[in-house]
């Protein structure tokens, strides 16, 4: 056997695997569907997918309830260390713009009052993206990977963190539950909170995350 035939893997569709790992950590299509920005149908045809390529079954499909099969929890651990260690292995590199974050922005918000500037400098691996104006829409299509929404308080399968403390309804930080906590929207989150606390400038109101 050659070098080159040693290294060829044989490895499944990298969305289908995606699916399968986010479904298992969730027993949920949904929940994973918000993480990865697609439908629920689309996260379950990517895993029927691939129970039909690899030949078992993965989950036990019951009335809104899944359940890992023994074939899916013997799967899982190896598939989920595969996606650590590719994450480990890019987190080290940190090339500029190495993570991709989209950031929708309603229309009322003046643009002027916060410096994104700032936090692309401080944040040379996070590649942002301001989409403007943008909305709920934008968000659950997963057009954008966060929105700063006015008086969007609480949303079903969404992170809302108020970014104007003053009275009415206010602006605030929106992402899916399942990639709330991921490190280029903690990132954003910290900086947006650092800068509105810091720098009257920012907006009138001094607005800033709170809870």
Aim: net charge neutral; with cysteine.
């Amino acid at each position: 056997m050659s070098n080159s035939d040693a290294m060829t893997y044989a490895l499944p569709p990298l969305n289908a695997l995606r699916a399968f790992e986010a479904a298992a950590r969730h027993l949920s299509f949904k929940l994973a569907a918000h993480e990865l920005h697609v439908t629920p149908a689309a996260v379950g045809q990517q895993v029927k997918a691939l129970e039909a390529r690899l030949g078992v079954q993965l989950f036990d499909r019951l009335h809104k309830q899944l359940i890992l099969t023994a074939a899916g929890q013997a799967y899982l651990p190896g598939v989920s260390e595969g996606f650590r260690h590719i994450a480990e292995a890019t987190s080290q590199l940190k090339p500029a713009g190495s993570m991709l974050l989209q950031l929708g922005v309603h229309a009322g918000l003046d643009l002027r009052r916060l410096d994104f500037a700032s936090f692309r400098n401080k944040y040379a691996e996070i590649g942002l993206r301001v989409l403007h104006p943008a909305g709920l829409h934008e968000l659950v299509e997963g057009k954008v990977d966060a929105l700063i929404a006015r008086g969007v308080g609480h949303h079903p399968g969404y992170r809302c963190d108020r970014v104007d403390a003053g009275p009415g309804p206010g602006d605030w930080l929106v992402a899916p539950e399942g990639t709330a906590d991921c490190p280029e929207i903690v990132s954003f989150r910290d900086w947006l909170r650092a800068v509105l606390d810091e720098n009257p400038l920012a907006a009138h109101r001094r607005p800033r995350l709170v809870g």
